[in-house]
């Protein structure tokens, strides 16, 4: 089955730059939408942005100017990078897969996720 | 943005009770609605999705109807592991949107 991997800091300081690894294993990284999903604590999830195999991103409006995300389909990795963090930034942060094509329905859901790592931004 | 707002915000219930989300779209979303459950600590899991459809592996237990604006995830009858927090999301729009979440906590 599909594993799906986050890694990097647990903590960032205010203004510097958030910076997360997905790593996929079990599954392709070709033919699929890879998304990042934020949950601050107690809050619901909110959709960072997503990036196909060949590369094309999108990404939620209100994070556009500070967000990138890549991928290496020869690592099978992904990789998000968010600039001038503040507080509420503050969240776990997960990989995702993006169920595509007929199987779908034509509803894209979110149907492999990480487990999530939860970054702080705090002095 | 497509805002999604769920009712209730919270309740509880009995195990053996037939429970009741509503998810509620700001615009038309035709049928493009999932739904996914949390539990605490846990990623969020796919339950449903295209409103209706069950994701797999899913008890039959749960359903989903609605299209247009107005959506329901319906548990027939609740057993101990269906406690936890629901959301529904939309995928009408390129930039998804979540709902605030239903918790479903135990009467």
């Known amino acids: 089955q599909v594993q799906l991997q986050e890694s990097g800091p647990g903590l960032v300081r205010p203004s510097e730059t958030l910076s997360l690894t997905c790593t996929v294993s079990?599954?392709?990284?070709?033919?699929?939408?890879w998304s990042w999903i934020r949950q601050p604590p107690g809050k619901a999830p909110e959709w960072i942005g997503y990036i196909y195999d060949s590369g094309s991103t999108y990404y939620n409006p209100s994070l556009k100017s500070r967000v990138t995300i890549s991928v290496d389909t020869s690592k099978k990795q992904l990789s998000l990078k968010l600039t001038s963090v503040t507080a509420a930034d503050t969240a776990v942060y997960y990989c995702?897969?993006?169920?595509?094509?007929?199987?779908?329905?034509?509803?894209?859901?979110?149907?492999?996720w990480g487990q999530g790592t939860l970054v702080t931004v705090s002095s | 943005d497509i805002q999604m707002t769920q009712s209730p915000s919270s309740l509880s219930a009995s195990v053996g009770d037939r429970v009741t989300i509503t998810c509620r779209a700001s615009?038309?979303?035709?049928?493009?609605l999932n739904w996914y459950q949390q539990k605490p600590g846990k990623a969020p899991k796919l339950l449903i999705y295209a409103a209706s459809t069950l994701h797999r592996g899913v008890p039959s237990r749960f359903s989903g109807s609605g299209s247009g604006t107005d959506f329901t995830l319906t548990i027939s009858s609740l057993q101990p592991e269906d406690f936890a927090t629901y959301y529904c999301q939309q995928s009408y729009r390129t930039s998804r949107t979540f709902g605030q979440g239903t918790k479903l906590g135990i009467k």
């Open positions: 995702v897969r993006t169920l595509v094509g007929k199987e779908s329905s034509g509803s894209y859901p979110f149907d492999w």
């Open positions: 079990g599954g392709s990284i070709s033919g699929y939408y």
């Open positions: 615009q038309s979303i035709n049928t493009y």
